[in-house]
């Protein structure tokens, strides 16, 4: 990577612990969760309504993974407004409860830890927790994510093989 | 939920603590990546090589909940061959490197640890950690995960509120 392109959402240097967001909201389908299972996790309780009935779920319900893609899309479209986009290490991830077809699913998410690079000067780490909730307010998902965040810096040259500059890039 | 139905898979009673399985290969291309950031991740380093050559990857990569689908998809086609389906209620994600077009990738799983349930006879927790890799035996996800696994046991008949009567199933 030479040079970080400039961005509309919000940098490492802009977060702040306890900052809050919140994705607008998606409608699942029984067709949406078919069509997802059918492509990555086909068993019975996401494929068949029928089938469904007579498993651990008493009927139809939307793969976990389904869930998770669906809260990154919402993430994506504003949900979490980050500089450069949203670029996950990893995380940990619950699903307390299944997503069921017609459910209204939103996104709220907060931001628990910030730490910068100690090797990188031009991105931070921001631990945020995203909880994706039904229409009855149950949470369906908890998901705590370890994301990359650029910082207001950006790389100017590298005068010798190791040897970078960076320039502090200012608040609009 | 009132009876589990019979399966040829491996019931929680038949897992064993350090036991190891392969799962089939997949081949990742392109068009894949494309296809599933449309849907679940549109940002520019899953959507468009050219510009995904400016971003922190240096070129297109698959999402990591992409990358999440197909290992799912690879445990649920004979990865992972538990009874009555994979059923996670979560687990720790992480995913040290991208996936890039052309990859072929693996899942070997690995029992970690084993919990009957408490208040449920008829199930347990099964702690099975998965690495999905490369062809170049890189390690793009690494999965703990926490699954509800079916014990040898079904239930018989409710006799009164809050009394479930259970029969052990034998081994084939």
């Known amino acids: 990577m030479t040079e970080l392109g400039g961005d509309n959402g919000l940098y490492y240097d802009d ?12 409608v699942v389908d029984e067709e949406q969760i078919k069509a997802f299972a059918r492509q990555f996790d086909p068993q ?6 029928e089938a469904a009935k007579d498993t651990l779920f008493s009927g139809l319900v939307g793969s976990g993974w389904h869930t998770a893609a669906i809260t990154m899309r919402l993430l994506v479209e504003g949900g979490l407004p980050v500089a450069g986009g949203i670029v996950g290490a990893g995380g940990e991830l619950k699903w307390p409860n ?19 690079s100690q090797s990188r000067p031009d991105r931070g ?5 995203s909880l994706t909730r039904n229409q009855r307010n149950e949470v369906v998902q908890r998901l705590t994510a370890k994301l990359i965040v650029r910082r207001r810096v950006r790389i100017m040259r590298r005068s010798a093989p190791g040897v970078i500059i960076y320039l502090f890039i200012g608040r609009d």
Chains 1, 2 share one sequence.
Do not use: Y
Not at 44 to 49: E, R
């Open 15 to 26: 977060l702040r612990i306890g900052q809050r967001f919140t994705s607008k909201t998606h």
């Open 125 to 129: 780490v921001a631990i945020v927790l």
């Open 44 to 49: 019975p309780f996401h494929l068949d309504s």
């Open 98 to 116: 299944p997503t069921r077809p017609g459910d209204t699913l939103q996104v709220e998410s907060e931001v628990l830890d910030l730490r910068p």
